[in-house]
């Protein structure tokens, strides 16, 4: 809808599923120490239902701006719960006494949150963009209670200052992230202090982090382009939130591109 023409609306509704793959239904694999998870055979499916309202106003002629808030229900969860094999609760695994656990059916989540964009454009070859993102969510537990869902991860987003002329543009771009505290981790990720950092008493946590990119990029002919850009320009050592992994540092890239 456009009630005004600089003004435009939007909704959705939706529903979606997603089937269990081969990992889900039939793996063995020993998901932390003392706990091993073995297949489950009458795993189902889980389905989400998801709804999103939609804005892009265009303030002025160089200036847009675009918001969405939308809200999505995930019923018939798979996760990782305490199973039985063979009615044990517990076996030997890789010579040691584990808890058994399976991939089931077992919770309901929701995840709610705000997505907004903003684009600037400047005199002189100049524009800016940035969007950021907030999110919550919150899953059931197996005793029924509830906790921070893994799925919401702090707020995000990035940002980018371009500037353009001819057949050259170079762009200065920033990628950030606000962290979780101890008392805001969900609650099946405080136990893996492998994957976080260790706040002041001992706990894991997610710290924020941000980092500085430079790229540019030169359209020598029709059909050449030729890019080079530098990533995490300041060396930042940092962890996507939840990922256990540690992205790259520093890194030089260059690419030449043709078109025929």
């Given at each position: ?42 795993l189902k499916a889980e389905t ?8 892009n106003q265009r303030i002025a ?176 050592r940092y962890r996507p939130y ?19």
């Amino acid at each position: 809808a456009k009630p005004f023409e600089s003004t435009q609306l939007s909704a959705n509704l939706s529903t979606a599923f997603r089937s269990p793959n081969v990992d889900d239904i039939g793996k063995v694999f020993d998901s932390e120490p003392g706990a091993v998870t073995v297949p489950n055979p009458d795993l189902k499916a889980e389905t989400v239902y998801s709804a999103d309202v939609n804005l892009n106003q265009r303030i002025a002629e160089a200036l847009n701006l675009d918001v969405s808030v939308y809200y999505n229900f995930l019923d018939n969860a798979m996760v990782r719960r305490n199973f039985t094999l063979a009615g044990q609760d517990s076996i030997v695994y890789d010579g040691e006494m584990s808890q058994v656990q399976a991939i089931q059916n077992a919770a309901f989540a929701k995840i709610y949150g705000i997505h907004a964009g903003l684009s600037i454009v400047f005199p002189l070859g100049f524009s800016f963009r940035s969007d950021v993102n907030w999110q919550k969510g919150t899953e059931e537990l197996e005793d029924g209670s509830t906790s921070p869902s893994r799925h919401a991860p702090p707020f995000f987003g990035f940002a980018r200052l371009s500037y353009k002329k001819n057949a050259w543009e170079v762009q200065l771009s920033s990628n950030f992230s606000d962290g979780f505290d101890f008392s805001e981790l969900p609650d099946d990720e405080k136990s893996k202090t492998e994957i976080y950092a260790s706040d002041s008493n001992g706990n894991p946590y997610s710290p924020d982090w941000m980092i500085y990119s430079l790229k540019s990029t030169w359209e020598f002919s029709k059909n050449w382009q030729f890019t080079a850009g530098v990533e995490n320009l300041l060396d930042k050592r940092y962890r996507p939130y939840s990922s256990g992994i540690v992205a790259a540092g520093r890194n030089i890239q260059f690419s030449v591109r043709s078109k025929f």
